[in-house]
């Protein structure tokens, strides 16, 4: 069984000098023995570890009367288990005495992870040192690792108390005194343990402790150490969000700041410290040294700085993860650790600097020493370093960025007066703090963010494949060095897996929300890289306004007008960076949960009672929270299921977190659910069986538990490496897939039948290898494209130069002609000019001819436009065929771009085009030509397939949209939905106020489009792993989406993402309907039906639900209400059910049906005309029925050459019908536009080669039509 996690406090260690050895050193100070104080060996005094109290102890204790608090109390004896260092099993227990006034001591384990043999050294690091007068208070922080990486966190404060025994100490008024004169301090470290970083809070605490300690008896030390430990023990730590916990522990208030996300670990340590310590430059060289994976050591004087420094870091390279030895702090007996063969980062006094520099740079060349206290950085090899540089334009940033810190808190708050109270001043103080947190963690996302920005161009997601010799080739050259070595690290590669399962960390949120509008239109094509024309007029207008062309990619402030592309450019906007960087992010406001003061820690029934308590005042703050901040109620309901686990209210920790589900699934604790789950015992476990909701939770943890554990095995990454043996069809597109060349299998297809033409169809792997290196040696030449200034003038911002011929002459002189994708034209030489030769569109023949030269005849290619009367000649000699292929194919991908309203079809022309190219350019033989018409795709469809569209459609569609770009085949569309625009949504708001797209496609993928431009969102949405069967949109804020796995998700349209699960279905969600409102105020209500005929009725404020009934039917399809009553759609019969359950009506097929394998596909409530329009699977007509009488329809509408309907819906005055039907004798997907008044066909649409799935409406101005897998797109119509 798993562990279930304890509180705040995971061990406290008291370390300190053996008595007998204090005994001694103050005889020998007594007797003028000695003349220098010793230093003395530490050891483990006390080890205090819940649980503290059980209910078996309670009830011994009740038989027994046992007072809560008795001087006779059992303690852990741990040092017994030390020295015989035997087998005792967990639970075992062995009972002794200490021959200390008779205390009971009991020997158990202490906690598993907890070395007791290093502790000591690690809190006296510079030794136990013997003191002649007190000292002062001093605080250290330690961090431990275990062999699994986890990291565990302690702090530790020293604090000195005078020597005392009895025979040399009198009593005066009941306290010890001693002569002052020969009076010696010892110290006593003690420590406290947690799994979470709360430094700040827990010094905090042992700075309360040492108020009590202080003042005390050294007989009540340990006893009120115990007391401190146990009372720690009881807080619970608070969830991911803005719900922060606070207590009281006298006289000062503790805050427990919550984690950003369950990505990040808590902060509660002042991150401006290193800034204090180091200039950007340095610190920059430090985060190179931890990228690079170099041997790091920390230096101070100070060992609180060690610690404090190191987490801090490890936070600024955050989403990357320190994967090697990580120790703060070395004592002065582990100066040993840093000969480690391997990288680390670690830390030891400044005293030993020469040590270190001298022996250990004597074993190891590249140590980077960091010398916090004089803020250097050096190597051991020589006073200077040599590490690569940081990216110049990220470095540059950051640098900027820094500069406009604020990190002198003493002038932030000089205007104000001081505060009389403490806790007030600290309130405040934090306050400050964790804005100035926040900042500098923006600060260094974006670095990490600058710096590996492009690694997702270069990755190939479903063979988990990173290309890195095209990542290194696309660096800036001085940039190339930091890359090289970075690239072969382990750090890096873990954050490769974390992209290549795209996993949406901050990093990832960053990097999108940063990215350039032309970024983004330039990832909505599936073009092969080529420079555009905005590019290379950054690029060739200014030398120094190349550095800016991935440092403007991070800064969303900055246009994209034409000015964005001058020099001065980087000036102005590191200006506006420190007023608006670009990187805020809604902060939602704080809020603060007090725990109960605390109970007598050591008395099991006050602990209940204690629980009890912060149950109670969970339950009020869940009641009190506002209607439809789920976020926070999802915290409130997280914090109580995590006291009631630890109360033992098992099943009231499972319902709270069943409410995750309804509230915030993002914090859902999936691996302490499965723990308690497995915790329950056999009662509990009957009694979860008879609560539907516990019990289907617990099915699906145990579902999910067991896939997270098949899925277990790490998939690696994979560097792209060329093949080395012959390849088959299903080798070949993998390989070509993992080069980044193309994803389509289609086109790969063609490509591997090009390449094996009149040869057995297989790939030579040295052929593979030419057509790669001329693949990448043509694409690197589109790079150092110059073209004159007149032609730049010519071009559109995002067209590309793809193909360059060689000088050639041509009817308008001598010059070389370029190829874009809109285009050819022709750059003249001797002046360099630019004379455009066609558009694409605007040919109408090319042909091969020959052109007189001499005695000889040169072949030359004639291309006749419409646009003039005059034929362009041009004497390609050996490239004629080639430049013929090539210019078909892009003709032919042209016309049908714009016949089909679809400019993917142009794109991929280009596609073939290029392959064509490098096919020609990789077999240099007789049938390299032949080879190339293989890719020829829309030249041959124009040959074989009529390309006429029909006038109706062609005057009715506006533009065919791709869903499915970027994956390697096209995905059935299966829902379409359309949300309106949000009027006067600021553009710093999160999300925006534009109207949306929502296209499931299959495997739980949600793709939206911004339907204001067309163009795809940059983020895709994953709801679950099943088909999406319907999409609502409920509001302006969520969209409703039914699953086949019986979820319904719901989605913010602010944050696009989906936290929020309903999960009351018990089989595939089928069907959403809002109801209706029979009252300005009165609670919006949502409807969902389910495959078996339930039907759950939703408030859609609280997500409760308010009714549930069922109908009996073969698979209920849809719900819609209509006047009151609710219409069920199903297979086999349509039903009209009153709002309780209760069956008004029912319609079953039509009787010409009743015979045929046929159901009722979809149904569709006309409210003005008091009609039901309904459809059918496999049967070509639509059936109209009056609702008052629906006995039998009174019209049936036949639709020409329907083979079926899938989907209905109502614009304006029509009926828009969706199926499937015969055009030009093909099977097709079909649209027909039905006059709702005369009942007659008035359109007859065909623009899907697959039968259409989904139609929705887009304000009544367009209709929106997807297609099942072999077509797979989405085309946009007018209406009328």
């Not at 002569?179 to 309360?208: E, H, Q």
Request: charged residues 25%; contains cysteine; proline residues 5%.
């Amino acid at each position: 069984m798993a562990d279930i996690p304890s509180g705040l406090l995971e061990a406290c260690v008291v370390v300190g000098a053996a008595n007998e050895k204090l005994r001694e050193v103050h005889q020998s100070h007594q007797q003028g023995k000695i003349k220098e104080l010793p230093l003395l060996g530490a050891e483990v005094l006390q080890v205090h570890a819940p649980p503290f109290v059980t209910k078996e102890s309670a009830s011994s204790e009740t038989h027994g009367h046992a007072p809560a608090f008795s001087r006779v109390q059992r303690r852990r004896s741990f040092i017994k288990k030390k020295k015989e260092r035997a087998g005792i099993a967990n639970g075992e227990t062995a009972k002794g005495s200490d021959g200390g006034g008779g205390t009971t001591t009991e020997d158990i384990s202490v906690p598993k992870d907890l070395d007791l043999i290093a502790l000591p050294q690690l809190c006296f690091p510079g030794g136990l040192q013997i003191a002649s007068e007190q000292r002062e208070d001093s605080y250290h922080y330690l961090v431990f690792t275990d062999v699994f990486g986890n990291r565990t966190h302690a702090v530790v404060v020293q604090y000195y108390r005078p020597i005392q025994f009895f025979q040399d100490v009198g009593h005066q008024n009941g306290h010890l005194s001693s002569s002052k004169s020969s009076r010696l301090y010892t110290a006593y470290g003690i420590c406290v343990i947690s799994k979470y970083p709360y430094y700040n809070a827990l010094r905090d605490c042992l700075s309360c402790l040492l108020t009590q300690l202080k003042p005390s008896w050294m007989g009540d030390f340990e006893e009120r150490v115990k007391e401190f430990s146990a009372k720690l023990a009881l807080v619970p730590i608070p969830p991911p969000g803005q719900l922060h916990v606070v207590f009281n522990l006298r006289p000062l208030q503790i805050g427990l700041p919550s984690r950003e996300d369950k990505d990040r670990p808590a902060i509660d340590l002042d991150l401006h410290l290193p800034f204090l310590c180091f200039r950007p430059r340095q610190l920059l060289q430090i985060i190179t040294s931890l990228l690079i994976e170099q041997r790091v050591v920390l230096l101070s004087c100070d060992w609180a700085r060690l610690t404090l420094l190191a987490e801090s870091l490890m936070l600024f390279i955050h989403p990357l993860v320190w994967q090697h030895p990580f120790v703060p702090i070395l004592s002065r007996q582990m100066l040993d650790f840093l000969m480690a063969p391997t990288a680390y980062l670690m830390g030891c006094h400044l005293h030993h600097y020469a040590e270190v520099a001298a022996e250990v740079a004597a074993e190891t060349d590249d140590l980077i020493l960091v010398n916090i206290d004089d803020g250097t950085v050096s190597s051991s090899w020589s006073d200077g370093i040599d590490l690569p540089d940081v990216p110049l334009a990220a470095a540059e940033c950051f640098i900027t960025r820094v500069e406009g810190l604020q990190v002198h808190y003493d002038l932030e708050v000089c205007h104000l007066g001081d505060s009389t109270e403490v806790n007030a001043r600290r309130a405040q103080r934090k306050q400050w703090q964790s804005k100035l947190n926040t900042h500098i963690q923006n600060i260094t996302l974006e670095l990490i963010v600058n710096i590996f920005r492009e690694v997702h161009d270069h990755l190939n997601y479903e063979h988990r494949v990173f290309n890195s010799e095209e990542f290194l080739k696309s660096r800036e050259p001085a940039d190339q060095p930091f890359y090289k070595k970075v690239l072969d690290t382990h750090i890096f590669h873990s954050f490769l897996r974390d992209r290549l399962t795209r996993k949406m960390d901050a990093f990832t949120r960053m990097e999108l929300s940063t990215r350039t509008e032309a970024y983004r239109l330039r990832s909505m094509t599936e073009s092969p890289r080529r420079p555009t024309m905005q590019e290379l007029a950054r690029k060739y207008t200014s030398p120094e306004s190349r550095l800016s062309k991935r440092l403007g990619a991070s800064l969303p402030n900055l246009g994209e007008s034409g000015a964005s592309l001058a020099g001065p450019l980087r000036q102005t906007s590191f200006k506006n960076i420190q007023v608006d960087s670009g990187m805020k992010s809604p902060q939602r406001p704080v809020r603060f949960f007090k725990l109960p003061e605390f109970p007598p820690p050591l008395a099991y029934h006050y602990v209940q009672n204690y629980y009890q308590e912060m149950i109670t005042l969970l339950g009020k703050a869940i009641s009190g929270v506002a209607s439809g901040d789920s976020s926070l109620l999802a915290r409130y309901h997280y914090l109580r299921g995590f006291v009631n686990t630890v109360a033992g209210k098992r099943l009231d920790a499972l319902e709270d977190f069943q409410n995750l589900y309804k509230t915030d699934t993002d914090i859902f604790p999936g691996e302490l659910v499965n723990a308690l789950v497995d915790s329950l015992q056999e009662g509990e476990q009957a009694l979860a069986d008879r609560r539907p909701e516990i019990k289907h939770l617990i099915s699906r943890v145990k579902r999910d538990h067991e896939r997270e554990r098949a899925r277990h095995v790490d998939e690696g990454v994979k560097r792209f490496q060329l093949p080395k043996k012959h390849m088959q069809l299903e080798d070949f597109v993998r390989h070509v897939q993992e080069s980044g060349i193309v994803k389509d299998q289609g086109t790969i297809h063609r490509l591997f039948e090009a390449l094996t033409v009149g040869q057995q169809k297989q790939v030579d792997p040295e052929i593979f290898r030419v057509f790669y290196t001329f693949w990448k040696e043509t694409e690197a030449e589109a790079q150092e494209v110059a073209l004159p200034a007149s032609a730049l003038e010519h071009l559109e911002a995002n067209e590309c130069v793809f193909k360059l011929s060689s000088s050639v002459k041509t009817s308008h002189g001598v010059g070389k002609i370029a190829m874009t994708q809109r285009r050819l034209f022709l750059l003249t030489e001797g002046r360099p000019g630019y004379m455009e030769v066609t558009k694409f569109r605007d040919i109408e023949e090319v042909k091969i001819s020959s052109a007189p030269f001499l005695l000889l005849r040169i072949p030359s290619l004639k291309i006749k436009t419409t646009l003039r009367k005059e034929t362009f000649e041009v004497n390609l000699k050996s490239e004629v065929d080639l430049w013929h292929l090539m210019v078909k194919e892009m003709w032919a991908g042209r016309k049908m771009a714009d016949d089909h309203k679809d400019p993917q079809y142009m794109q991929q022309a280009l596609t073939n085009a290029l392959l064509m190219d490098a096919v020609v350019g990789c077999l240099q033989s007789q049938k390299a030509i032949f080879a190339a018409t293989k890719l020829a795709h829309f030249d041959r469809m124009k040959l074989e397939v009529p390309l006429m569209v029909p006038k109706s459609t062609s005057e009715t569609l506006k533009h065919k949209i791709n869903p499915s770009l970027g994956l390697t085949s096209p995905q059935a569309v299966d829902v379409l939905l359309y949300t309106p625009g949000q009027l006067g949504v600021s553009s710093d708001s999160e999300g925006d106020g534009n109207p949306k797209l929502w296209c499931a496609l299959s495997d739980g993928k949600v793709v939206v489009f911004d339907a204001a431009s067309w163009s795809m969102q940059q983020n895709q949405v994953q709801v679950g792993t099943s088909r999406v069967n319907c999409m609502l949109g409920v509001d302006r804020q969520q969209v409703w989406i039914g699953s086949q796995d019986s979820v319904i998700y719901i989605i913010s349209t602010r944050s696009m993402s989906c936290k929020q699960q309903l999960t009351d279905h018990r089989s595939e969600v089928t069907g959403l309907s809002l109801g209706e409102r029979s009252e300005k105020y009165s609670p919006k209500v949502a409807y969902s039906c389910s495959a078996e005929g339930a039907v759950i009725v939703w408030d859609v404020s609280t997500l409760q639900v308010r009714k549930r009934f069922r109908v009996s039917c073969d698979r209920l399809q849809s719900v819609q209400l209509c006047n009151g009553t609710l219409w069920c759609c199903a297979r086999d019969c349509i039903m009209e059910v009153w709002k309780n359950g209760m069956l008004h009506r029912k319609i079953s097929l039509p009787e010409q049906l009743c015979g045929s394998p046929t159901a009722f596909s979809s149904l569709l409530l006309y409210h003005e005309r008091e009609q039901l329009w309904t459809a059918c699977i496999d049967v070509g007509e639509l059936c109209v029925w009056h609702l008052r009488e629906p006995t039998k329809p009174f019209q049936r509408i036949q639709l020409p050459d329907c083979a079926g309907v899938t989907c209905l819906i109502k614009v304006k005055n029509q009926i828009w019908v969706g199926g499937r039907g015969w055009s030009s004798g093909k099977s097709r997907g079909k649209i027909y536009v039905v006059d709702a008044q005369r009942h007659t066909v008035e359109k007859e649409l065909v623009a899907h080669t697959d039968c259409v799935q989904a139609l929705c409406s887009a304000e009544d101005r367009y209709v929106l039509s997807g297609a099942a897998r072999e077509d797979g797109k989405i085309a946009i119509w007018k209406v009328e």
